[in-house]
């Protein structure tokens, strides 16, 4: 849970010193998620009277999950992000991915490249394409959790 916390601040570029709203829905560990929860609060720098456990929660919209076996945890994006902002940043950094993606797929649909260069220089172009692939839709997905 702690670090899926710290990963979902570092994707969103969360200054390390800002303290984050956090709701987790514990299931049956709802006892040992309260006894723990000083605890929880500052390993994932999550505010101590932001901090809401119970055994269920509805999903938060404008928030990124963490699952992790029967405990989910929603961070509400608002408290994390300048929405308008990060929205412009995602944007941005789609575009950019998009162009790279397109690159190498140019580069691969290209026969003279296909039949001139080393089969290690096309396979580190194809790694780079699925790469830049996986990495748009993460992007967009981010978007789209913005946008609900």
Same mark, same amino acid.
Request: aromatic content about 2%.
């Given at each position: 849970?702690?670090?899926?916390?710290?990963?979902?601040?570092?994707?969103?570029?969360?200054?390390?010193? $800002?303290?984050?709203? %956090?709701?987790?829905?514990?299931?049956?560990?709802?006892?040992?998620?309260?006894?723990?929860?000083?605890?929880?609060? %500052? !390993?994932? $720098?999550?505010?101590?009277?932001?901090?809401?456990?119970?055994?269920?929660? +509805?999903? !938060?919209?404008?928030? %990124?999950?963490?699952?992790?076996?029967?405990?989910?945890?929603? !961070?509400? !994006?608002?408290?994390?992000?300048?929405?308008?902002? +990060?929205?412009?940043?995602?944007?941005?950094?789609?575009?950019?991915?998009? $162009?790279?993606?397109?690159?190498? +797929?140019?580069?691969?649909?290209?026969?003279?490249?296909?039949?001139?260069?080393?089969? +290690?220089?096309?396979?580190?172009?194809?790694?780079?394409?699925?790469?830049?692939?996986?990495?748009?839709?993460?992007?967009?997905?981010?978007?789209?959790?913005?946008?609900?």
């Amino acid at each position: 849970i702690i670090r899926g916390i710290r990963n979902v601040r570092a994707e969103y570029k969360v200054d390390p010193g $800002r303290r984050i709203q %956090a709701t987790i829905a514990a299931g049956d560990r709802l006892e040992l998620f309260h006894s723990q929860s000083a605890i929880v609060a %500052a !390993l994932a $720098r999550v505010a101590e009277d932001g901090l809401v456990i119970s055994d269920t929660a +509805e999903p !938060l919209p404008q928030a %990124a999950v963490v699952v992790t076996a029967d405990v989910t945890v929603y !961070l509400p !994006l608002a408290g994390m992000v300048d929405l308008d902002a +990060e929205r412009e940043r995602l944007g941005r950094e789609i575009s950019e991915t998009e $162009r790279e993606l397109t690159h190498a +797929e140019k580069l691969l649909g290209n026969e003279s490249f296909m039949g001139k260069a080393p089969a +290690e220089v096309v396979e580190r172009e194809r790694a780079k394409a699925a790469q830049s692939a996986e990495k748009l839709d993460q992007l967009r997905q981010r978007l789209s959790d913005l946008s609900q």
